[in-house]
């Protein structure tokens, strides 16, 4: 049965605050074979940030970006690109189709299909199983899952908010591209944005972060590289410095992707002032944790409900777990299975792996950064492992002389680490630097969450001449590291 559009009624089983990933999948996995019925709130574009905003029209921008390098480095290729551009314009209008011009007609009929209820407006938890939409109120019979999302989170610095800068949503919706940057910022975000609008032309950016390196929250290998190639493309990466104050005399209301008034001034700590055309903010995000009404500031656990009221759960960005799309569906799986075995009186599964239960929070995570080189990261790094309290083993190849590597780009750039549990012999983390290496990181997610012992891995043969075959070489550093390890002093 199809659902409607801003129904007229106040009642359903479940209510959804978001229709972002998360909040979507949330509805349908409670409603698909419960026989409840369930509404999504959503005050913006139903589909949520990721599919307008953040994760798929990045990867539109860095698709093109990536290609063009990795021509410019083939035999064959290298003389027909070697001094070739992108088609600015026609990337723009890749990404403006891949986004369905920020029109969420599509996602709309998804959730109609389905069988839920869309509700446009901005829902709040206003008491138990009651969200209030723009001063309409709704009432659930069994459960709330707030999806709500996060927003940029903007640093205390005198002038900056007033300067109108640029955010994700900018630099992901650009249409007019500065000429002169200012990134302040090194993480995931930052590093993305600086690849691809170097490669549409913005002649000077510049990079600005308070750490001694980008990524810090990876491997420093992984960031390093980063920085590395970003500077080789022309990009000033400054490290331990931060913005002191911003100026901007003139304003507009230009709109989102383009340029927010007149040039910018940028004072440094170092006492260094800059002069650009914009300034791209990428400090992190903050959990649109307000929405949660009486359960804001409350813990989760590992069911996806609120500490202490459990008719209410939280996914995605409010969980406090990732801002990761993929983490927020997983979630999302979660906590509408939970709804759905707890409407019917059903006990939870509490089998090693069931699906009422957020394994991902023990260290299994994944994720792709898109940069060139692209990092692939799942589970923990080393420094994460120990902190911990896991003795570790780890192991690291370089991947430059590797045929699978070599037989993609004349000049592969790459490495990769693994990290090992010593007690249980299992693998905690791995990290992969490298073109085209985003596919393969799944290989070591799947060996994390199946725990799958450094044993049994040795008899999983990478296909030659692929990257995968980097595993074979990887293990085969381990049996040489514990054998030399093993060997009595002389």
């Known amino acids: 049965m199809a659902g409607s559009l801003n129904p007229d009624r106040s009642e359903w089983d479940v209510i959804v605050i978001g229709g972002g990933p998360a909040g979507e999948t949330a509805a349908q996995y409670a409603t698909r074979f419960s026989g409840l019925d369930a509404v999504i709130v959503e005050s913006e574009l139903v589909g949520g ?72 407006g901005r829902g709040r938890v206003t008491g138990e199983k009651t969200v209030t939409v723009d001063g309409r109120t709704l ?63 913005a002649v000077q950016i510049t990079m600005v972060e308070r750490s001694t390196r980008l990524l810090t929250d990876q491997e420093p290998f992984a960031g390093t590289a980063v920085a590395d190639s970003l500077r080789a493309s022309g990009v000033d990466v400054r490290f331990g410095q931060t913005v002191t104050r911003v100026e901007r005399p003139t304003i507009n209301d230009s709109g989102v992707g383009r340029i927010h008034g007149g040039p910018v001034t940028v004072t440094l700590d170092s006492g260094a002032t800059l002069r650009v055309d914009e300034v791209l903010v990428a400090a992190g995000r903050r959990p649109n944790n307000e929405v949660l009404g009486p359960g804001e500031g409350r813990p989760v656990d590992e069911h996806m409900t609120v500490e202490g009221m459990p008719w209410l759960y939280a996914v995605g960005d409010v969980s406090g777990e990732s801002y990761l799309t993929h983490i927020g569906k997983y979630q999302g799986r979660i906590a ?22 957020d394994l991902v929070r023990r260290g299994a995570a994944a994720q792709v950064i898109f940069t060139d080189p692209t990092i692939g990261t799942s589970g923990l790094t080393e420094a994460g492992a120990r902190r911990q309290g896991y003795d570790v083993e780890t192991v690291e ?19 990769t680490k693994l990290v090992i549990d010593r007690r249980t012999d299992v693998l ?34 990478g296909s030659f001449p692929t990257l995968s075959d980097m595993w074979s070489h990887l293990l085969e550093s381990v049996d040489a590291q514990r054998m030399a390890a093993s060997r009595p002093s002389p």
């Open 139 to 201: 009432r659930a019979r069994q459960a709330v899952v707030v999806a709500a999302g996060s927003r940029p989170h903007t640093p205390e610095v005198p002038g900056l908010r007033e300067a109108r800068p640029w955010y994700s949503r900018d630099v992901t919706a650009v249409h007019e591209v500065p000429r002169r940057l200012l990134v302040l910022g090194g993480g995931v975000v930052a590093c993305e944005a600086a690849t691809w609008l170097r490669a549409l032309g």
């Open 397 to 415: 190849m370089d991947l430059s002389q590797l045929d699978g590597g070599r037989v993609l780009r004349d000049h592969y750039r790459g490495r």
């Open 49 to 120: 940030e990721c599919p307008f905003w953040a994760c798929v029209p990045s990867k539109a921008l860095l698709a093109p970006v990536h290609l063009l390098a990795t021509g410019r480095d083939l035999g064959g290729t290298r003389p027909l690109l070697a001094d070739r551009h992108l088609d600015v314009d026609g990337v723009l209008n890749r990404r403006d189709a891949i986004v369905d011009h920020f029109d969420d007609g599509r996602q709309v009929e998804r959730a109609l299909g389905w069988g839920l209820d869309v509700v446009r």
């Open 336 to 357: 509408g299975e939970v709804i759905a075995a707890r409407a019917a009186g059903r006990s939870l599964d509490e089998a090693p792996f069931n699906r009422h239960t």
């Open 428 to 461: 905690l983390g791995a990290t992969f630097v490298g073109t085209e290496i985003a596919e393969l990181i799944h290989s070591a997610t799947v060996a994390i969450c199946a725990a799958t012992p450094i044993s049994a891995l040795w008899h999983a043969i």
